[in-house]
């Protein structure tokens, strides 16, 4: 019966570590775009420009000169290292046409209109997400 059971929990750990990675980045690509879209939208509502940096170094991204939620005296900082997601950011690009090279910020104007597209790749163990913003829209995709 140990045996039985010992044999179950080796197949049953690679599985489950599996899926809880894939659960993992899945909850940090939609994190990434909820709060793309909460910046654009912040934007539009004080006709201010709003800045995402992202931090493929440090694996945070900031909503620029925007409170934390959880904590209004601190700034809004995402640390997608560290629980829930455990993810690392791979790469970032933004860059409008005219630029030679990409730009870890996203800034939207006042009215909402991002000045570039570009996308932020995440990984949590062999789990891969992009999140791609468009460059008109500042709609923010998975993939």
């Given amino acids: 019966m140990v045996v039985v059971l010992a044999v179950l929990a ?6 489950l570590s599996n899926t809880l990675a894939g659960n993992r ?15 654009q939208q912040r934007a539009r509502a004080t006709s201010a420009s709003q800045t995402v940096t992202f931090s493929a170094a ?22 997608l290292s560290r629980e829930p997601y455990l993810a690392s950011i791979v790469t970032v690009e933004f860059k409008a046409t005219s630029e ?5 910020n996203l800034v939207f104007d006042a009215y909402g209109k991002p000045d570039s597209g570009g996308s932020v790749t995440i990984r949590v163990g062999s789990h891969i ?8 829209t500042g709609k923010a995709t998975i993939s």
């Fill in 129 to 136: 997400k992009t999140i791609t913003v468009d460059a008109i």
């Fill in 100 to 104: 030679l090279a990409g730009d870890p």
């Fill in 25 to 39: 980045a899945t909850q940090a690509a939609n994190r990434i775009a909820l709060d793309i879209a909460l910046a």
């Fill in 10 to 15: 080796s197949i049953a750990a690679p599985r």
């Fill in 58 to 79: 440090s694996h945070n991204y900031t909503l620029v000169a925007m409170p934390d939620p959880d904590h209004p005296t601190g700034d809004y900082v995402v640390e």
